[in-house]
Structure formats: structure tokens, C-alpha cells
């Protein structure tokens, strides 16, 4: 259990934090409460309207600490498309797949709790800054592309993105299809390469 006086120097928001990735990681992010993430935290159920409005609140900023989290992993693993666009790409679904294993709690907060991400500004900007990282992949991808064949770059990054969370929805996490002989790496990666093909990004 953490230390309660800790909690007098500002760490009291963070443990609230952690404490409900973790139970949305066990119960799902519909079924918690802002009593047990008080609980899990060692505090009252009282301590923590000191920081959160309320239970949506709370969840919220789960969301959006997995997203800035999340965009940075996205931008290590692009990093500016080097040393080839496809393999920076592919790079960048590795690290997608890894975050929704090693941060279920944050990526289950993210997609799967049914949260309106415009309803608050620094989750949209969290969000909308992981998805630029991948609007800007699919417009280094086209470069290739004379311009007026080059298709809608936050198209290709949105079809992608659907791509890994089916994956990730599909074949990951002990869902139904995770007893598919392909794996899930391998899954999004071959996925990837025959939609990006279909485009004409990349060659044979």
C-alpha cells in the first residue's frame, strides 16, 4: 500500500492514476470504481474528489497519459522514417502490438471505454499528437508517389490504425483469435505490406 504522506507532496494524482490502470486491467475499463482506485491507492473514498471531478474525470486522464505515452513510442520507433520509410513503418505496428501489452489498463482507457475524446482538450491534443505521428509516416510513404497519386495521407494513417487495433483486438490479449498459426506481428506487418502495396507506397 503506498505511503499516505506522500500524498501531501502531489503524488496523491498519480497513484489515483495507476492504481485505475490497474483495476481497468482486471475488471475493464466499465466496470470500475472510483471507491476501489481509492482503495487500490490506500486513501479514502473521499480523497479522490481532491484532484478528479469524478469517476470520467479520472478515467480521462488515464486515457490521456496513455496516449502521450503512446505517441512517444511512435515517434522513437518512426524516427523521421529512417534508415528506410517500410522499415521505420513497420517498426512503428511493432511498437503499437508492444504498447497494448505492456499498458493494457492505458490502452484498454484509451479505445475501449467508450470515452468522447473531444469533450476534453488535453486528451484530443494527446490523442490527435499519436495520430499526426502516423499521418506523418503515411505522407513520408508517398513521397514516392508523383503528387497527384499520392492517396489522402490521414486516410492510409487511419486505415492502418484500424488495422493494428483489430489485431490487437483480434489476436492479442488471450482474445478469440489468438489461436490463429500466424502471429500477431506477423499478422499486422503482412497486412500492412499488402495494403501499402495495393497503394502503390511501396514496390514488389
Sequence with gaps: MPDRKTYHHGNLR?????????LIQETGPLAFTLSEAARRAGVSPAAPYRHFKGRDDLL?????????????RLERAFDNGTPRPLTAFM????AYL????????????????GL???????????????????????????????PDRRPPARMVANHIWALSHGVVELFLRGKPGGRSPVGPSEMLESGAIIYLRGLGLIGE
Design 116 to 146: 468522447s475524446v473531444a469533450g476534453n482538450a488535453d486528451l484530443l491534443a494527446a490523442s490527435e499528437r499519436a495520430q499526426r505521428v502516423l499521418i506523418d509516416a503515411a505522407e513520408i510513404m508517398a513521397k514516392r508517389l508523383p
Design 91 to 94: 517498426r512503428m505496428g511493432q
Design 14 to 22: 498519480q497513484a489515483l492514476v495507476e492504481a485505475t490502470a490497474v
Design 98 to 113: 508492444d504498447f497494448a501489452v505492456e499498458r493494457p489498463g492505458y490502452y484498454m482507457a484509451m479505445f475501449e471505454s
Design 60 to 72: 480521462e486522464e488515464v486515457a490521456r497519459q496513455g496516449f502521450v505515452d503512446f505517441g512517444e
